[in-house]
């Protein structure tokens, strides 16, 4: 079993509609949560941060941690075609507090938001 | 101010041949990681580095070597190229150890 659980999809939803994406992991240790955005033939880029639990919000998006459940999400409100991506969730951390710049990653899932 | 610089873009290499992957970043950043990214398994992390002269494998180190000769620079070695490294290739840095990473744009790597 994987350590980071992500459904691939892929997903297709019409714009302004509300995005939903998930990982779970497995791993009580990890401590800092991420959402990255690929797009075709680029490298990821850095959506959300969090530490620990609770909501995070950042314009159209919200990240959630839920430690106790080992649950993350992603919401994205009046989903645009410009969000048609590939979004990586990711974690890291071990109880020294530090990840030494290591990540682990879900699968990815595949996100198109057609006008 | 570049980032994270991947070079070369696009390499297809023959079984058995080497090459290294180039990654330099002007950030200052003192970790340094090398991940492959293939279809259905997201990235992977194959080598990492905390600083100058420090690294250590990830969690698919076979077949690749590394080196941290300076902070800027942190090159990718495939020693003997297989079929099975066939892939995306993405360098990574970032300021700390609980920092999130900065990606460069990739090496897609062929190998036949």
């Known amino acids: 079993q994987k350590e980071v659980e992500q459904d691939p999809g892929p997903l297709s939803v019409p714009e302004g509609a509300i995005v939903s994406l998930n990982c779970t992991y497995s791993?009580?240790?990890?401590?800092?949560f991420m959402w990255y955005r690929q797009y075709s033939r680029k490298g990821p880029e850095l959506l959300m941060y969090?530490?620990?639990?609770g909501n995070k919000e950042d314009g159209r998006f919200t990240a959630q941690v839920d430690k106790s459940s080992k649950y993350i999400s992603l919401f994205i409100r009046d989903s645009q075609p410009s969000d048609s991506a590939t979004y990586l969730c990711?974690?890291?951390?071990?109880?020294?507090?530090?990840?030494?710049?290591?990540?682990?990653f879900g699968q990815g899932t595949i996100l198109t938001v057609h006008p | 101010n570049a980032g994270v610089t991947q070079t070369p873009k696009f390499q297809v290499l023959k079984t058995g041949q080497s090459m290294t992957l180039q990654c330099a970043q002007d950030?200052?950043?003192?970790?340094m990681s090398w991940y492959r990214q293939d279809p259905g398994m997201g990235l992977r992390l194959i080598h990492y580095?905390?600083?100058?002269?420090?690294?250590d494998q990830g969690e698919v180190p076979n077949g690749y070597n590394v080196s941290r000769s300076t902070t800027e620079d942190f090159p990718l070695r495939l020693l003997s190229a297989a079929p099975s490294q066939t892939s995306v290739y993405f360098c990574a840095s970032s300021y700390a150890g609980y920092s999130p990473l900065h990606f460069g744009n990739g090496t897609r790597l062929t190998v036949t």
């Open positions: 969090t530490y620990s639990s």
């Open positions: 950030m200052n950043h003192e970790y």
């Open positions: 990711a974690m890291s951390g071990n109880a020294g507090g530090t990840s030494y710049g290591k990540l682990t």
């Open positions: 580095s905390v600083g100058a002269g420090i690294t």
């Open positions: 791993n009580s240790a990890f401590q800092y």
